[in-house]
């Protein structure tokens, strides 16, 4: 690693801050950053070397400049200092070119269901969101089993209006009835099986509840629980008894025949699928599919099948061993680069976030290169919903991050405040509010502390959310819902570009943002964290932020 000439760092330590969800968005009435008391994060605007990044679509390998962004590849990008072709890119070509129905696990289930006479499941999230699936994969990957020989499959679907519309799940359940109505007049056995809202059921994460998977297990492999004659009559039903739901938090269901038996159990010799190809939300119910010493809650009955991922969501751990389409390899990240260089490092964040510092963080790994030099630290995340408790464990991180500082001397430190994008998600504008003030408040505090410490930040954000709380048409007009009249929620991420502020109160104009960056993006930091600590960066990375003088 060598030394640059101009600079040499700070004495204290350099912090990275992820303001989860807070990007920059017009100035009106739906964003919830502008509503917000952001003294702090006005100042660094107004008073730092600052910036705005693409933090969406090709800047960070997803596959056009129309997809938002997410916490996997905005924390990927600024975990590695790299753009890689991300699952959504990957998973979308391997289909379209066919070729993931030449490999070898996709022919594997395949087989299994043909030769024994056996059901091809499908389990994942069902929209065109792209964050976590696509329903063109599902389609595709139907077609292709069925002109295989495929002659029973069941789709177990995930409702999201978390990625979409909040109330959209119809519309897609809707193209899904339709291709398998089409499949199985040819006389097949197509049929959706069951399903619920993607946070309620299934796809938990980080271990934060595995309730959640156990109400997916019951459901899609036990063939328990409330029974309707269609996903469409669950859907609705549900609805009319509680107006106000959004689909993410729909209950569970599963489809029957005319007998009231479930029409989808998963059983012994099946083939099963996971469709997502992002690994979060999907590594949970892997392991209560794959794990044999599986105690984390009663699975009554342990199928055995012949399950594959999308994507195998952790390469070390090789969980799932089988898989459809290869991941990105990331590789030579920041943490790597820093713990091999010998800089101590710490990563913390509260529950909903912790896999976003770490395991996003370092490529997709879950494990750490480096016992001796890196501190990871989980605070517990309330278990309330979100809009109950908008402040969340902002203040608790930032206990922590001082704590740390103070008794280890760490060197870098990287935190993420989850209020923005978890409180975003809810739709809830009061509380969003709320909450990205309170991040504003806990940011003052920590960069009162840095100052002292004669240390450095950096401030950003992973991608938008709080700064587009109602959804707008093509022409940017807000949309009105059409039963309450009132503006209309919006959930999901956004495209506006995020902040990215370092502040540094030392700074005596030794650099500036280097403008011969055209495209500037997540991918640009990682660079930029080497160089304010005062080294060259690796070459293979995308170019620093900032030039010295
Ligand atoms: O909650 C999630 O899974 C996604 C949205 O689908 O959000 P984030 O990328 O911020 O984790
Ligand atoms: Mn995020
Ligand atoms: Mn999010």
Known sequence: MKALEKFSGRTGPLVLVVLDGVAIGKEDEGNAVFLAQTPVLNSLRKNSVYCELQAHGTAVGLPSDKDMGNSEVGHNAIGSGQIYDQGAKLVGEAISSQQMFRGDTWQELRKNCVENDTCMHFIGLLSDGNVHSHIDHLLGMLTKAHEEGVKKARVHCLLDGRDVSETSALKYVEQLENHLQQISASGNDYKIASGGGRMYITMDRYGADWEMVNRGWKVHV?????????????????????????D?????????????????????????????????????????????????????????VKYAGMMQYDGDSKTPELFL?????????????????????????????????????????????????????????????????????????????????????????????????????????????????????????????????????????????????????????????????????????????????????????????????????????????????????????????????
């Open 222 to 246: 036990l063939g328990e629980g409330r029974t309707f004659s269609s996903a469409t009559q669950a859907i609705e039903t549900f609805r009319s008894e509680d107006p106000g739901v959004i």
């Open 248 to 304: 993410q938090f729909l209950p569970s269901f599963v489809v029957g025949d005319e007998n009231g038996q479930a029409v989808g159990k998963i059983n012994d010799g099946d083939s099963v699928i996971f469709f997502n190809f992002r690994g979060d939300r999907a590594i949970e119910i892997t392991q209560a599919f794959t794990s044999e010493s599986f105690d984390k809650f009663d699975r009554v009955r342990h199928p055995k």
């Open 325 to 549: 389409v290869q991941p990105p390899l990331i590789r030579n990240t920041l943490g790597e680069f820093l713990a091999k260089n010998n800089f101590s490092q710490f990563a913390i964040s509260e529950t909903q976030k912790y896999g976003h510092v770490t395991y996003f963080w370092n490529g997709n790994r879950l494990g750490k290169f480096s016992d001796a030099l890196e501190i990871y630290q989980e605070i517990p995340s309330d278990s309330v919903p979100f809009e109950q408790r908008p402040w969340m464990k902002a203040a608790e991180i930032t206990d922590a991050v001082i704590e740390n500082i103070e008794k280890h001397n760490t060197k870098f430190t990287r935190l993420n405040y989850a209020n923005g994008d978890m409180v975003g998600h809810t739709g809830d504008i009061t509380a969003t509010t709320i909450s990205v003030s309170a991040v504003d408040m806990c940011l003052g505090r920590l960069l009162k502390y840095i100052e002292k410490k004669q240390g450095i930040a950096i401030v950003l954000a992973d991608h938008g959310n709080a700064d587009e709380m109602y959804e707008k048409d093509s022409k940017g007009n807000f949309v009105h819902n059409e039963i309450t009249q009132k503006l209309k929620n919006k959930t999901s991420h956004t495209l506006n570009p995020v902040p990215f502020a370092i502040f540094d109160p030392q700074y005596n104009n030794e650099y500036k943002i280097n403008d011969d960056v055209q495209k500037k993006g997540l991918s640009n930091v990682a660079a930029t964290v080497v160089n304010l600590l005062g080294y060259e960066a690796p070459n293979e990375w995308q170019p620093s932020l900032i030039v010295f003088e």
